[in-house]
């Protein structure tokens, strides 16, 4: 039995919707999200599930599908929102993790690039020095000289 990695309710709706409509005052104002910022929502649940599933490979019809909405509209969306795509803000997360264990001398790059989700130790330099300017190595090089370690 495999375990789906994403919730299958929608994780930005905190009340039932006939307390929206009451609210609202319309079923179509509660579906047009009574006024919030529906899309601003959209994109930080879809940023709280990579951030908390960021190890795990997962698909984007697995992403739009557990935030309820069409692949196409997420994307865009997300686009129009952050300025970067959704797997330029997945690689960014895995890159932040990857910086922080670069700050531990012991923790070879090949499993700092494991265990923050890369394939391979050569595409996560690949993707690392596209984020930061920088290979790993030359990262923690960098870091152990300015902290005097």
Not at 35 to 56: I, W
């Amino acid at each position: 039995m495999t375990k789906e990695p994403f919730p299958t309710k929608e994780p930005f709706s905190t009340k039932e919707p006939l307390q929206d409509a009451l609210t609202c005052g319309s079923l179509f104002q509660s579906a047009q999200g009574c006024g919030k910022d529906v899309k601003g929502e959209l994109v930080r649940s879809a940023e709280a599930l990579v951030q908390k599933h960021y190890l795990e490979k997962f698909s984007l019809r697995q992403l739009s599908d557990s935030l309820h909405v069409d692949k196409s509209y997420l994307l865009r969306t997300f686009h129009e929102r952050t300025g970067m795509t959704l797997l330029e803000y997945h690689n960014r997360i895995r890159i932040r993790a990857a910086q922080e264990l670069l700050t531990h001398p012991e923790i070879p790059v090949s499993s700092i690039a494991a265990s923050t989700g890369f394939v391979s130790a050569s595409h996560f330099s690949q993707v690392f020095r596209r984020h930061t300017g920088q290979t790993p190595s030359e990262y923690r090089a960098e870091y152990l000289r300015s902290s005097g370690k």
